[in-house]
């Protein structure tokens, strides 16, 4: 199984970018906090290369900018490329699958916005009242 779930800040403003074939592809790095303090009594980050494709990408650079709180949801990849000077260059990355908006701030802007949330499944349910007598039902 390769899943992977991570929830942290993106470090930059993400880029989209028009591939051949009609395809689009966006990356940015997620900073995000590691649970314990290190030996000078500061939290540590980890920087977390995520790249995200077709529709999910034009979102993420539509609403997000630095700063931005995400969670994403995918799988691990491994790849390997020769940089300018002939040398092999291997990465890994998360492929974002799914993506949760949880403050989001918008391209070149300090001002956080807190997306609203979905519609509770019980809300539709709130003028249903269950009757007082019991039911008989017919036996089959």
């Known amino acids: 199984m390769n899943q992977v779930g991570l929830v942290g800040r993106l470090t ?3 880029v989209l970018r028009h591939l051949s074939g009609n395809r689009v592809q966006t990356h940015f790095s997620l900073a995000i906090n590691r649970n314990f303090k290190n030996s000078r009594g500061e939290v540590d980050a980890d920087f977390i290369l995520c790249t995200v494709w ?4 034009e979102h ?10 995400v969670g994403a949801n995918g ?5 390997s490329f020769l940089n300018e000077e002939s040398t092999k260059v291997f990465i890994t990355e998360v492929v974002v699958e799914d993506v949760r ?4 701030k ?3 802007s300090d001002e956080a916005i807190v997306p609203p949330k979905p519609p509770d499944e019980q809300d539709g349910l709130k003028d249903f009242v269950l ?6 039902l017919p036996v089959v």
Do not use: N
């Open 12 to 14: 930059k403003d993400p």
């Open 54 to 57: 077709g529709k999910l990408a």
């Open 60 to 69: 993420i650079v539509k609403y997000c900018g630095k700063g931005s709180l």
């Open 75 to 79: 799988r691990i990849q491994s790849r």
């Open 101 to 104: 908006f949880y403050q989001l």
């Open 106 to 108: 918008p391209r070149d």
């Open 131 to 136: 009757p007082e007598e019991e039911v008989q």
